[in-house]
């Protein structure tokens, strides 16, 4: 079920419905790779991406606690990206035949339509600000749009839990990882924001907005 993932501490919780551990940095799902479950994060941070023939990987996005992998997979047992631990996650696999029989509650096929929604309008703002906005507009984007989806109980002084690297940033909004370093710098330097030791702190979030809100 899962492939190329260094799986540890395996909880079965019954036929349709299993639990698995997956270490930072291991891929927890294959491209391409036909699979007869739904996954969902429980715990950590992943992020969905493909890998070009060039060799170069496009983020196409992070995945927090409580996102399916992508909404297609409901439908789809196959699907092109890949799924990365980038923290220790516990993830949840439900098998798709379930899955389906459940769409018939009017409250399960609600949440499955919401999660399309969202997957599809953060892919458009995505794809506008690939398109139309300098490096700064970019990652002050790609800050805000996490911002939004970290619970509240783990905001402290606007400091937000965000274990990013410099090379993740650079992978989901295109840009190098030396263009990534200096934006940050920057934002540091200017008093917007910080990122540092997997936190990021808001020091000017008005400004952060100016910078990376699409409207």
């Not at 799986?7 to 698995?20: N, P, S």
């Not at 551990?21 to 992943?46: E, K, M, R, T, Y």
């Not at 890949?82 to 798709?96: D, E, H, K």
């Not at 990652?139 to 400091?159: D, E, K, S």
Request: hydrophobic share 45%; with cysteine.
């Amino acid at each position: 079920m899962l492939r190329d993932a260094e799986v540890t501490g395996a909880e079965a919780t019954g036929d349709w419905h299993h639990h698995r551990i997956v270490p930072a940095g291991q891929q927890v799902l294959a491209p391409n790779h036909a699979s007869a479950d739904v996954f969902v994060l429980c715990s950590g941070w992943a992020f969905r991406s493909v890998r070009l023939s060039n060799g170069r990987r496009q983020i196409l996005n992070f995945l927090l606690p409580g996102d399916l992998f992508s909404a297609s997979a409901v439908f789809n047992d196959c699907c092109q990206f890949s799924v990365t631990a980038l923290t220790t996650v516990q993830i949840s696999g439900m098998r798709r035949t379930q899955v389906h029989s459940r769409l018939v509650e009017p409250a399960v096929a609600a949440a499955v339509g919401k999660c399309w929604a969202t997957e599809a309008q953060s892919s458009d703002s995505m794809m506008a600000v690939l398109g139309q906005c300098s490096a700064e507009e970019r990652i002050a984007h790609l800050f805000l749009q996490l911002l939004r989806r970290i619970p509240r109980t783990m905001v402290h002084a606007r400091r937000y839990p965000c274990p990013l690297r410099h090379q993740h940033i650079a992978d989901a909004v295109g840009l190098t990882t030396v263009h990534v370093s200096r934006v940050l710098g920057g934002f540091r330097e200017r008093g917007i924001a910080e990122l540092s030791r997997g936190v990021l702190e808001v020091r000017n979030m008005s400004e952060l907005k100016r910078l990376g809100a699409l409207s």
